[in-house]
């Protein structure tokens, strides 16, 4: 049986998708801590260590590090590795000009904590031109066509 929980938000950067979650409570770096030829975290004390964002949506408080952050996140979108869309708490110069690099949907500023109602595995669907995102709960991957 599946569950749908839905959170309302700010939209960042537009557009709508779906996908797969994946959820850290750890901030990003950009520099130094993604490859951006894999969408590979490869900080070193990163609970993500290893695991790739491409084709996920993106769960994360915020981002941290310096201002190498778009550069990074920018060649993941021009690699084909960026996530699906990014959701996250903390609004910052960093992950906005991330986030509008990318071209990727984001939401910020939930009604409520996104890290605390959305898992790792979770399907998630994202409008962001409308702030909204709905959050499938028990419910497989393969039961939304791989």
């Known amino acids: 049986m599946s ?28 520099w130094g801590g993604v490859n951006p030829m894999s969408g590979t975290i490869i900080e070193t004390r990163h609970e993500l260590r290893g695991r790739s964002f491409k084709d996920k949506v993106l769960v994360f408080p915020g981002a941290k590090g310096s201002s190498g952050w778009s550069a990074v996140f920018h060649m993941t979108r021009l690699t084909g590795t960026a996530p699906k869309a990014m959701l ?35 399907w998630v669907k994202v409008d962001a031109d409308r702030a909204l995102v709905e959050v499938i709960k028990g419910r497989s991957r393969a039961g939304h066509g791989g």
């Not at 984001?106 to 979770?122: A, H, K, N």
């Open 3 to 30: 569950i749908t929980v839905t959170l309302r938000g700010r939209t960042v950067v537009g557009g709508c998708t779906e996908g797969e979650a994946l959820v850290t409570r750890d901030t990003i770096s950009g």
């Open 88 to 122: 996250f708490n903390e609004m910052t110069t960093k992950i906005a000009l991330g986030a509008v690099v990318m071209r990727v949907p984001s939401v910020t500023d939930f009604d409520r904590d996104p890290l605390t109602v959305i898992e790792t595995g979770d």
